[in-house]
């Protein structure tokens, strides 16, 4: 098996009737990046940059941040990275930042761009790391987190302040500069034409918004596979977000963990959330799983049962067999 993903790592991505599939790895510290080179991904979908933050005794300074931004861009030789801003709070701890001591639900509570929005110190250092590392190339943003529309104009206020101040300084900026979202909570279900409008581009981040959908405690084992991702009610969100950026023509990614999945990852596609983003060990298996794959026939095959009263193990197995029957 490890053989054959090896031989597919240069095969273009592409499903059996000619569709394809972008596959991307996600990333967070430096010892990932020889990574992008084996796994053979298009690119880096998500680059978690509070990990650097996670294994540090203390805030990594201005200058550290900035190498490791020009280290990413420079393993990824052009194809294309996108860093996600701080996501700090609920399962993401900082050892030395006791961002709120008695939160009794860390995962609904003060993090990610509320915390950056609070503490704009925080962002700003780390925007001005981001365009100076990116000096010359594109610069691919993305903000966690996002609950509310206006969150993106401040973040994007900032931004701009930061490209400003740079330039009046005679710094090198970004070539371009794309300001994402990503779409994890679930209230953004409710303006996704605003979203979509507002943006450069969109992520799923699915392991949150699945935690956050069915009310279950991502890191809860009690909880976690409780509820199936598979399941209609999940996958018509998913499709309503899909028909969303179509319709405003908004790149849209997929960066959570089923993305890595290969059943998850053909219901995606079928779904036309057609970029996704995953481990580097996931892009093997996946890809085999795509090549195979007739999308118009997956498609098909599950277009009724998500509309019908079918359950999320009805919709795996029929992902199962039609995967068998073809592999
Ligand atoms: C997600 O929530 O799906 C995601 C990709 O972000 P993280 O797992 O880092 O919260
Ligand atoms: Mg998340």
Redesign the pocket.
């Known amino acids: 098996r490890q053989e054959e993903y090896r031989t597919l790592r240069d095969r273009p991505s592409v499903t059996a009737d000619g569709h394809p599939v972008s596959l991307l790895m996600n990333a967070g510290l430096l010892v990932d990046l020889p990574q992008v080179d084996q796994s053979g991904a298009a690119g880096i979908g998500?680059f978690?940059t509070e990990l650097q933050f996670m294994i540090a005794a203390t805030f990594p300074r201005a200058e550290a941040q900035e190498r490791l931004y020009r280290s990413v861009l420079d393993a990824a030789a052009g194809r294309p990275v996108t860093f996600r801003t701080l996501?700090i709070g609920g399962d993401k701890v900082l050892p030395y930042f006791r961002n709120a001591p008695d939160e009794e639900n860390p995962a609904l509570g003060w993090r990610a761009m509320r915390l950056a929005l609070d503490r704009p110190g925080l962002l700003r250092t780390q925007v001005r790391a981001l365009l100076k590392a990116a000096s010359g190339r594109e610069l691919r943003l993305m903000l966690p987190m996002v609950t509310e529309l206006h969150e993106i104009d401040q973040a994007r206020a900032l931004i701009m302040r930061e490209v400003k101040h740079l330039s009046r300084f005679g710094h090198g900026l970004p070539l371009t500069l794309r300001i994402g979202a990503m779409l994890?909570v679930p209230s953004l279900l409710f303006d996704l034409d605003g979203l979509m409008e507002k943006v450069d581009f969109v992520s799923i981040?699915?392991?949150?918004l699945f935690q956050f959908m069915y009310a279950a405690d991502r890191g809860n084992s009690r909880v976690a596979d409780r509820f199936e991702t598979l399941s209609p009610t999940f996958l018509r969100a998913l499709k309503s977000i899909a028909d969303a950026a179509a319709r405003h023509e908004t790149p849209l990614t997929l960066?959570?963990e089923i993305a890595g999945r290969p059943l998850e990852a053909l219901a995606l596609a079928a779904l036309g959330i057609t970029t996704l983003s995953m481990s580097p060990a996931a892009i093997g298996p996946v890809k085999a799983a795509i090549l195979k794959t007739d999308m118009a026939a997956l498609r098909a095959a599950i277009a009724d049962p998500l509309e019908n009263g079918s359950t999320g193990a009805d919709i795996r197995n029929i992902i199962r067999e039609y995967a068998e029957a073809h592999a």
């Open positions: 998500l978690r996501d994890e981040g699915s392991n949150d960066c959570g």
